[in-house]
């Protein structure tokens, strides 16, 4: 949607030859899968130590091998050190990897809300004048009947800031007048939080004895829902390559595999990486012409199938 226009171009699942365009999970039940796979991993092969509670303070990294050196003082050395540390990964740039980023000068406000009208499991990108808005819709309460949703409002961090003293039920019609009231009346059902929101595009992925994964290896603007995605694409190519290279009796932490690994995730996230750039920053500017262009934009892309289709595709992972 584009400012106060009631029109919204619609992408839906039947573009694809699937039942459902994607799938919304909160972060706390993927947390608890992938704690399930490390137990399974563990149980089946053992060869995994689990260390939380401690830093990583020291990287040195040289053809021999990847040695860390934790905040505790405790020391780890390797064939391959691969950091999943955020788009601002520190372990990259200790290894020498440099990034482009790009500050949106926006901050990004996360919370969930229940709504009085039903969202139809329809997820929101609300391009307003001067905010953006984007409603991600949940399962109803199952006790209560209430329908939910997640929501992400972005705004210059000083407008988010008197939004973060209000008190649950002023933050609520708050929302709820952003929304114009499209959903009715909104009540604040969970914690406020905040994040800032930049890009992050690496110069590489890898390095002598190192690969980078995850938002280390491309931190994407969430306009697409793409962020994690992109993050198990990329533990996807990286372990196809090492484990290639293992079962060739090489070395895995030999350039040739981190280089394909490179190639590959590169290849398969950077077109968006751009093209989410271009289009955010057509739908953030507020300018007459802009403006027009927007809402142009909008309604002829919604006339073209074959667009819209690919952009399904993409959302599906297809
Ligand atoms: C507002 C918002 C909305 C989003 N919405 C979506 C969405 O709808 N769909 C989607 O697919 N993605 C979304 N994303 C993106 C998604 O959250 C990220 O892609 C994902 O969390 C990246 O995972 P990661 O493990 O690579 O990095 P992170 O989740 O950033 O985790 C990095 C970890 O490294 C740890 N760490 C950092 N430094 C050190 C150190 N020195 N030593 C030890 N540990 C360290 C940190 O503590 C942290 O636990 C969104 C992101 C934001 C901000």
New binding site residues.
Partial sequence: MNGRSPFAMRIGHGLTARSELGWLVSNHLIRRAAWDALQDSRARHGHITLITGD??ARVQVDADAARLTLASGATHSARLLVA???RFS??RRAVGIGATQHDFGRT?L?CQVAHAQPHEHVAWEWFGHGQTLAL?PMNDEPASGAHRASV?LTLPHQRIEPLLALDDQAFGAELARRFEHRLGAMRLISTRHT?PLVGVLPHRLVAERFACL???AVG?H?VT?????F?LQSVTSLARELRAAHAAGSDIGAPGPLARYQRAHRLATRPLYEATRLVVRLYTDDARPARLVRDAVLHVADRLTPFKRLIAHSLAGQ
């Fill in positions: 830093a990583v999943a540390d955020s520190p372990t990004m996360v991600l992400v994040y995850g938002d280390a994407m969430p829902a793409h962020g994690f995605n993050g």
